[in-house]
């Protein structure tokens, strides 16, 4: 399997979108940008200056499948016409408002009955720091001591979390828990193993996710593995690199900690695989999906699959990406009959800057994956210009 074809990648593309994308994986391209973009975005919004138009028509409308639900469903068709499934991604992150979280509970809820019976919408999704204020989700990590108030809130939270993972399972629709930041993914966890306890005991509706560029995330795996052998469960892993790893580099410095990510992209590859591989050997137990824009580690799930005689359609394994990246990979392994999907987020345009914010910072490593999009777009360009497209 090959994923180096430009005209299989971008067939879904008219010229137009063709060369509105080209010229915005360019833009994100420079690292100056990139960094200084969403600090002067910031200002811009502080002074009430008219940038959101201009983030609507670029990063939002690559990235993003609109500011609702109904707006989504165009894109949950379009990519339906091309044998990938949307995940409906309700992208509003940092909320501590108790009626906004409400808000939030009653929005995934809504994006769970989308994904009840339809196959074009084979998941739904949640962050906990969606559901739960952050700073909260910190103190308890850190066992600091907390208000009688607090221990209400975070009864609430837990509430939220648990109603949601008994509307999905109760719908029979698969739900990945986010992972995010290390200071709140301890946390994280528990509830997601809790939720799994609970909901996976005959089949894999929850998903915890896990992140690869972590050093200690192989150990944990092993751990989930032996937690769900005793619990009598199954595990739903979404398996990631982990998209905070600057932050995650800045505080571990500031705090004089030593940093919970790998010191090196090898060390993060090399986990990812081996937690790719410890999931297809333990089957029996493991659900997976492959969250990656990375050729090699798709590869590698693709020939573990073949390597095990797993049929390409197996309910328990599907590879992920996100809307408007790495449609190489997307089109190609849905072409070859994979289970793939894409993560379609949506939300109120300035709720979910900083989604497309990290969208972008991920995009500037020209020489990464990333750097590898705005390759294919060109070579894209030019082939059209050359076939008189
Ligand atoms: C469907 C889907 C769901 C996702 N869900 C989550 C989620 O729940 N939580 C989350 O945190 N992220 C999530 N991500 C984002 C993901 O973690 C990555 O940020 C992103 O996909 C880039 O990684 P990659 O596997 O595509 O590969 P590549 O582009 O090959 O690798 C880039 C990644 O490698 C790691 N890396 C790069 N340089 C170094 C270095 N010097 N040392 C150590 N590690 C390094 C970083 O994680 C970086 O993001 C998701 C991605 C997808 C596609």
């Known amino acids: 399997m090959r994923f180096d074809s430009s005209e299989i990648a971008f067939s879904h593309l008219d010229n137009s979108a063709l060369k509105r994308a080209n010229l915005l994986f360019l833009l994100m391209s420079l690292r100056f940008l990139s960094v200084v973009g969403p600090k002067m975005i910031g200002l811009m919004l502080f002074f009430r200056l008219p940038v959101l138009g201009l983030i609507r028509m670029t990063l939002f409308s690559h ?5 609702s639900i109904e707006d989504a469903q165009k894109t949950v068709v379009s990519l339906a016409r091309r044998g990938i499934g949307a995940i409906l991604d309700y992208s509003v992150e940092g909320i501590s408002d108790k009626s906004a979280l409400d808000l939030v509970l009653k929005e995934l809820k809504a994006s769970i009955d989308q994904a009840k019976g339809a196959k074009a919408v084979p998941f739904a999704v949640f962050k906990v720091s969606g559901l739960a204020r952050p700073e909260l989700l910190e103190k308890i990590q850190n066992v600091e001591i907390i208000s009688n108030e607090e221990t209400q809130e975070f009864a609430e939270a837990k509430n939220r979390i648990e109603a949601l993972c008994q509307h999905a399972a109760q719908s029979k629709v698969k739900i990945f828990i986010d992972a995010e930041e290390s200071w ?11 939720m799994m306890k609970r909901f996976n005991q005959k089949e894999t509706y929850i998903f915890t996710t896990l992140q690869m560029y972590r050093t200690d995330r192989m150990e944990y795996l092993l751990g989930l593995h032996n937690k769900a052998l005793e619990g009598g469960y199954k595990v739903g892993v979404k398996v990631v690199r982990g998209a905070y790893m600057e932050k995650e580099r800045a505080r571990a410095l500031r705090f004089h900690q030593p940093s919970p990510i790998h010191p090196d992209q090898f060390s993060t590859d090399r986990d990812y695989n081996l937690a790719l591989e410890y ?9 997976i999906c492959a ?3 990375n050729e090699f580690s798709s590869l590698k799930l693709v020939n573990l699959m073949e390597a095990h005689h797993i049929e390409k359609n197996d309910p328990r394994f599907f590879f992920a990406q996100l809307l408007g990246m790495s449609d190489h990979i997307s089109n190609v392994l849905a072409q070859s009959g994979y289970n793939v999907a894409k993560y379609v987020p949506y939300g109120p345009l ?5 989604y497309l914010f990290r969208r972008a910072q991920e995009n500037t490593s020209i020489a990464g994956q990333a750097g590898r999009e705005l390759t294919l777009l060109k070579k894209e360009v030019v082939r059209r210009r050359l076939k008189g497209f």
């Open 291 to 293: 969250g990656t824009h």
């Open 279 to 287: 999931c297809v050997q333990n089957r029996d137990i493991f659900s």
């Open 63 to 67: 990235f993003c499948g609109g500011e």
């Open 350 to 354: 300035k709720e979910v800057l900083p």
């Open 184 to 194: 709140i993914q301890e946390v994280i966890d528990g509830i997601a193993e809790e």
